[in-house]
């Protein structure tokens, strides 16, 4: 055949599979991450810079305000009841998770 075998991955598998569900320190991880960008604003607030961007970012629930809907899954237009798995969002722990989901749904 040649010295490049196809792989099933070449013939349209997935090589890698994204779980359905979050393991629990994945879920930890969320939680840290969005902890920490609490103590960012925090600190910018307690610095005491005013900027239009930071007046929207204050009135976002904390971490601990959160409810684990809005933790773990995300807006999507597509998704069956507009919800899905963070953890199918590409990059999703280079992306900032919206706290809030849009009025309507």
């Given at each position: 055949?040649?010295?490049?075998?196809?792989?099933?991955?070449?013939?349209?598998?997935?090589?890698?599979?994204?779980?359905?569900?979050?393991?629990?320190?994945?879920?930890a991880?969320?939680?840290?991450?969005?902890?920490?960008?609490?103590?960012?604003?925090?600190?910018?607030?307690?610095?005491?810079?005013?900027?239009?961007?930071?007046?929207?970012?204050?009135?976002?629930?904390?971490?601990?305000?959160?409810?684990?809907?809005?933790k773990?899954t995300?807006?999507?237009?597509?998704?069956?009841?507009?919800?899905?798995?963070?953890?199918?969002?590409?990059?999703?722990?280079?992306?900032?998770?919206p706290?809030?989901?849009?009025?309507?749904?």
């Amino acid at each position: 055949m040649g010295a490049f075998q196809p792989t099933l991955a070449a013939f349209g598998g997935k090589a890698w599979r994204i779980p359905w569900r979050l393991s629990k320190t994945r879920k930890a991880n969320v939680r840290k991450r969005l902890r920490e960008v609490d103590n960012v604003i925090d600190t910018l607030v307690a610095s005491g810079i005013e900027c239009k961007q930071l007046d929207l970012v204050k009135v976002l629930p904390k971490e601990q305000e959160m409810l684990p809907r809005d933790k773990y899954t995300t807006f999507s237009r597509t998704a069956k009841y507009h919800r899905k798995g963070v953890h199918k969002v590409p990059h999703f722990t280079k992306r900032p998770i919206p706290r809030t989901t849009p009025t309507g749904f």
